[in-house]
């Protein structure tokens, strides 16, 4: 323990501890902009400067309190003219390079320079006005990088270099002239980008956010010839209640439908439905590939961001890949084929819009032929559960005293297997749960498999499927995976039995609970709420296993046949391509 003092009082805090985190503990809240408490502290803006005075001289040195570690001793001043008006500067000449029409900006109201600007009183700028006068880019259709709106805080440049070991955002330039992007001037689409939506997560304003779609959403169901149906994903029950005044982790499930209904959606489905197919048909595939001898490891297929990687970086495990569509895009094919046959709906007549925690799904959603094998495009259009909640606001609905509502009945239901797949591990529990019924004939018990729980970045342990052993992987956070694929590569080149037969790959920290398209502010206390919601939701199910789940039983009886059969292929599979990191 270090003890200092912080305005007079004495403080007593674990070595180690910044300014900022001791200051908190005695209800002092520093101001800050550029950092996160998600994020390694690099004193970027300095609008945290403190006071740190020299008892016996009285002089004072100036510390940035986020990244300064306390020392015993130190007597912090936080508060006084000098640090106000240092402060206030740092404040006025960023918003002199900052476009002031925050009205028209998607953080409006949820923007930390506007809140910052608000706190200080902040009514006029003793500056010139100097914007950048960059182009927007918006190469791609998930993120759009507004760079007059960035103050260069270089949050999304260590999302995505230390939390994802991406590295598609640079600093370029020097100065005054620094600009955030791709390196040498590039576009995101031609930069290594994976679309994970970590950097405009963590963006603090509105440099770096997505394509508006909510015009459109509200023009087609507001056209009577055609039939809106919406799916929401497991994670999004978990975190939209945040955007309503909820406390994280908040379970909404039962609002969400009610929410939809009211939107004007005519049919409301779950994509945790989709959850318990893919595990029908991955888990068979694990099976079929560890009895025939096909390529192992195995890796799950579900992230879009963990396949864009993949396709980019390493184009020798691409045969590793599960050729299972995600839940999502199985989801949007049994809806325009099974669920519009069923109804005597026309494919092209159904609207079909899925609810998702993540920014790669709309580019997943168009990413080849296959995501239209009902003949159209299965999903017409991605939201994210930021933008899900920007319609619920405008159409005025009161989220938070929404009566409870169910899903329809046909593609609805689900098990605890399917809700479990937002978290990291899930995929992997949910599988483990039916591939060892399959192969043992019996339930797994106790149901809850601890080994692939929890927030390590790499998990491994061992199943015993009818006295095959079966080793198995999870990583979440996609700078994870390349020790992994090293080691599989390893594996291979010394003809050795693979360290794993089956891998699950999670893009995102904690899985997607911690997702590009969640509410804004996401940190580990918030990922173990999310998470614990969806842990609950499964403990709640009465069926917590894919196999017993009876509109899939349903679905296989009715349509499908059987799992990696014919039809399965043609509407649940996918193959994957090689591409360049630089196009």
Same mark, same amino acid.
């Not at 998607?106 to 320079?113: S, V």
């Given at each position: 323990?270090v003890?200092?003092i912080?305005?007079?009082?004495?403080?007593?805090?674990?070595?180690?501890?910044?300014i900022?985190?001791?200051?908190?503990?005695?209800?002092i809240?520093?101001p800050?902009?550029?950092?996160?408490?998600?994020l390694?502290?690099?004193a970027?803006?300095?609008?945290c400067? #403190?006071k740190?005075?020299?008892?016996?001289?009285?002089?004072?040195?100036?510390a940035?309190?986020?990244?300064?570690?306390?020392t015993?001793?130190m007597?912090?001043?936080?508060n006084?003219?000098?640090?106000m008006?240092?402060?206030?500067?740092?404040?006025?000449?960023?918003l002199?390079?900052?476009?002031?029409?925050?009205?028209?900006?998607?953080?409006?109201?949820?923007?930390? =320079?506007? /809140?910052?600007?608000?706190?200080?009183g902040?009514?006029?700028i003793?500056?010139e006005?100097?914007?950048?006068?960059?182009?927007?880019?918006?190469s %791609?259709?998930?993120?759009?990088?507004?760079r007059?709106?960035?103050?260069?805080?270089?949050?999304?440049?260590?999302a995505?270099?230390?939390?994802?070991? #991406?590295?598609?955002?640079?600093?370029?330039?020097?100065?005054?002239?620094?600009?955030?992007?791709? #390196?040498?001037?590039r576009?995101?689409?031609?930069?290594?980008?994976?679309?994970?939506?970590q950097?405009?997560v963590?963006?603090?304003?509105?440099?770096?956010?997505?394509?508006?779609?909510?015009?459109?959403?509200?023009d087609?169901?507001?056209?009577?010839?055609?039939?809106?149906v919406?799916a929401?994903?497991?994670?999004?029950?978990?975190?939209i209640g945040e955007?309503?005044g909820?406390?994280?982790?908040?379970?909404?499930?039962?609002?969400i %439908?009610?929410?939809l209904?009211?939107?004007?959606f005519?049919?409301?489905?779950?994509?945790n439905?989709?959850?318990?197919?893919?595990i029908?048909?991955e888990?068979?595939e694990?099976?079929e590939?560890?009895?025939?001898?096909?390529?192992?490891?195995?890796?799950?297929?579900?992230?879009?961001?963990?396949?864009?990687?993949?396709?980019?970086?390493?184009?020798?495990?691409l045969?590793?890949l599960?050729?299972?569509?995600?839940?999502?895009?199985?989801q949007?094919?049994?809806? /325009?084929?099974?669920f519009?046959?069923k109804?005597?709906?026309k494919?092209?007549?159904?609207?079909?819009?899925?609810i998702?925690?993540?920014?790669?799904?709309?580019w997943?959603?168009?990413?080849?032929?296959?995501?239209?094998?009902?003949?159209?495009?299965?999903?017409d259009?991605?939201?994210?559960?930021?933008?899900?909640?920007?319609?619920?606001?405008?159409?005025?609905?009161?989220?938070?005293?929404?009566?409870?509502e169910s899903a329809d009945n046909?593609?609805?239901?689900?098990?605890g297997?399917?809700?479990?797949?937002g978290?990291?591990?899930?995929v992997?529990?949910?599988?483990?749960r039916?591939?060892?019924?399959?192969?043992n004939k019996?339930?797994?018990?106790?149901?809850?498999y601890?080994?692939?729980?929890?927030?390590?970045g790499?998990?491994?342990?061992?199943?015993?499927?009818?006295?095959?052993?079966?080793?198995?992987a999870?990583?979440?956070?996609?700078?994870? #995976?390349?020790a992994?694929?090293?080691?599989?590569?390893?594996?291979?080149?010394?003809g050795?039995?693979?360290?794993?037969?089956?891998?699950?790959?999670?893009?995102?920290r904690?899985g997607?609970?911690?997702?590009g398209?969640?509410?804004?502010?996401?940190?580990?206390?918030?990922?173990?709420?999310r998470?614990?919601?969806l %842990?609950?939701d499964?403990?709640?199910?009465?069926?917590?296993?894919?196999?017993?789940?009876?509109?899939?039983?349903?679905?296989?009886?009715?349509?499908?046949?059987?799992?990696?059969?014919?039809?399965s292929?043609? =509407?649940?599979?996918?193959?994957?391509?090689?591409?360049?990191?630089?196009?």
């Amino acid at each position: 323990m270090v003890e200092l003092i912080i305005n007079g009082k004495t403080v007593s805090v674990p070595e180690g501890t910044s300014i900022l985190k001791a200051a908190e503990t005695i209800g002092i809240k520093i101001p800050t902009l550029c950092y996160c408490d998600d994020l390694e502290a690099w004193a970027s803006c300095g609008i945290c400067v #403190v006071k740190n005075v020299d008892p016996r001289t009285g002089r004072a040195r100036m510390a940035r309190a986020c990244c300064t570690a306390v020392t015993p001793g130190m007597n912090i001043v936080t508060n006084d003219a000098d640090l106000m008006k240092a402060r206030r500067t740092v404040l006025e000449l960023i918003l002199s390079n900052h476009p002031d029409n925050c009205l028209k900006c998607t953080r409006n109201q949820n923007c930390e =320079l506007q /809140k910052l600007a608000g706190q200080f009183g902040l009514t006029d700028i003793r500056f010139e006005r100097r914007l950048k006068g960059q182009p927007v880019d918006d190469s %791609y259709a998930e993120i759009v990088l507004d760079r007059d709106k960035c103050i260069n805080c270089g949050r999304c440049i260590t999302a995505c270099h230390d939390m994802q070991n #991406v590295f598609a955002l640079e600093y370029n330039g020097r100065g005054d002239k620094t600009i955030i992007g791709p #390196v040498a001037g590039r576009v995101l689409k031609d930069s290594p980008c994976i679309r994970c939506g970590q950097c405009a997560v963590h963006c603090p304003v509105g440099a770096i956010t997505f394509k508006n779609p909510i015009k459109t959403v509200f023009d087609k169901l507001g056209n009577k010839d055609i039939v809106g149906v919406a799916a929401m994903a497991p994670s999004v029950r978990a975190a939209i209640g945040e955007e309503f005044g909820m406390a994280p982790g908040t379970l909404t499930t039962g609002k969400i %439908y009610a929410a939809l209904r009211q939107l004007g959606f005519k049919y409301v489905f779950d994509t945790n439905f989709a959850a318990d197919l893919t595990i029908m048909e991955e888990g068979n595939e694990l099976l079929e590939r560890v009895s025939k001898g096909g390529k192992l490891p195995m890796f799950t297929s579900c992230c879009p961001g963990w396949i864009d990687y993949c396709e980019k970086k390493f184009h020798d495990m691409l045969p590793h890949l599960s050729t299972c569509k995600s839940p999502q895009a199985m989801q949007g094919a049994i809806t /325009k084929t099974y669920f519009a046959e069923k109804n005597g709906l026309k494919k092209e007549q159904i609207y079909n819009v899925s609810i998702m925690p993540c920014t790669a799904k709309l580019w997943e959603s168009q990413r080849d032929k296959s995501m239209s094998s009902s003949g159209v495009q299965d999903y017409d259009i991605v939201l994210t559960t930021r933008e899900l909640a920007m319609l619920i606001r405008e159409a005025g609905i009161d989220f938070a005293n929404l009566p409870e509502e169910s899903a329809d009945n046909l593609i609805g239901s689900y098990t605890g297997a399917g809700t479990i797949f937002g978290v990291t591990g899930g995929v992997m529990e949910a599988a483990i749960r039916t591939a060892y019924f399959v192969t043992n004939k019996k339930e797994l018990g106790p149901v809850e498999y601890e080994p692939v729980r929890g927030m390590d970045g790499v998990k491994s342990a061992e199943v015993d499927l009818n006295g095959t052993k079966v080793r198995i992987a999870v990583v979440h956070q996609i700078k994870n #995976v390349d020790a992994v694929v090293e080691q599989i590569r390893a594996d291979l080149a010394a003809g050795k039995e693979p360290t794993w037969h089956f891998i699950e790959v999670m893009a995102c920290r904690g899985g997607c609970i911690g997702g590009g398209g969640q509410p804004y502010g996401v940190t580990d206390e918030v990922r173990a709420a999310r998470t614990k919601a969806l %842990y609950t939701d499964d403990e709640k199910c009465t069926i917590r296993q894919s196999h017993n789940n009876p509109e899939i039983a349903a679905i296989y009886k009715d349509f499908l046949g059987e799992p990696l059969g014919h039809k399965s292929h043609e =509407l649940l599979h996918t193959s994957y391509v090689e591409l360049d990191q630089y196009r």
